[in-house]
């Protein structure tokens, strides 16, 4: 039972957290073209009345193509479109890998610098030990963490 009350807190952040990453594999299995094309016109399929962007979310549009008679019949505007016709959804989740790639070279690129600041510590390099903080007299509890951004006096 404790364990229930320990894990209790997290569940809505893991409900939450769920929700992002459907929502982010329905973006990213639509094509692409649905975030680089513009589609100027459409029907809403089944009744047949004439629209234009920006889409209402939750539609379903027959759209056309801005520049060709091309006809895509039947598309989903999950959470709507852009004034260009544009599927929002599509372009959420395209932005967002590229977002999580950038994240992602951050974090090595920090854990690259810590282990080799770390290595050169333990080394005993005395230029890291003084760029670091700890090399200027101070105890090793009044460290100061140069990139964590907190400081301890």
Same mark, same amino acid.
């Given at each position: 039972?404790?364990?229930?009350?320990?894990?209790?807190?997290?569940?809505?952040?893991?409900?939450?957290?769920?929700?992002?990453?459907?929502?982010?594999?329905?973006?990213?299995?639509?094509?692409?073209?649905?975030?680089e094309?513009?589609?100027?016109? &459409?029907y809403?399929?089944g009744s047949?009345?004439e629209?234009?962007?920006?889409?209402?979310p939750?539609?379903?549009?027959?759209?056309?193509?801005?520049?060709?008679?091309?006809?895509?019949?039947?598309?989903?505007?999950?959470?709507?479109?852009?004034?260009?016709?544009r599927?929002?959804?599509?372009?959420?989740?395209?932005?967002?890998v590229?977002?999580?790639?950038?994240?992602?070279l951050?974090?090595?690129?920090?854990?690259l610098?810590?282990?080799?600041?770390?290595?050169?510590?333990?080394l005993?390099?005395?230029?890291?030990q003084?760029?670091? &903080?700890?090399?200027s007299?101070?105890?090793?509890?009044?460290?100061?963490?140069?990139?964590?951004?907190t400081?301890r006096?």
């Amino acid at each position: 039972m404790k364990w229930v009350r320990a894990v209790l807190p997290f569940v809505p952040c893991a409900l939450l957290f769920g929700a992002l990453a459907a929502l982010l594999w329905i973006g990213l299995s639509q094509p692409v073209r649905w975030a680089e094309r513009r589609y100027i016109l &459409g029907y809403l399929s089944g009744s047949g009345q004439e629209v234009a962007p920006a889409y209402a979310p939750l539609s379903r549009v027959d759209v056309f193509e801005q520049g060709s008679n091309v006809r895509y019949d039947g598309h989903l505007y999950v959470i709507g479109s852009d004034a260009g016709g544009r599927d929002l959804l599509v372009l959420i989740a395209h932005g967002a890998v590229l977002s999580l790639e950038v994240v992602l070279l951050v974090v090595v690129l920090r854990l690259l610098i810590g282990i080799a600041a770390g290595v050169a510590m333990g080394l005993g390099s005395r230029r890291v030990q003084s760029a670091a &903080g700890r090399g200027s007299g101070r105890s090793r509890s009044r460290w100061r963490w140069s990139a964590g951004g907190t400081s301890r006096s």
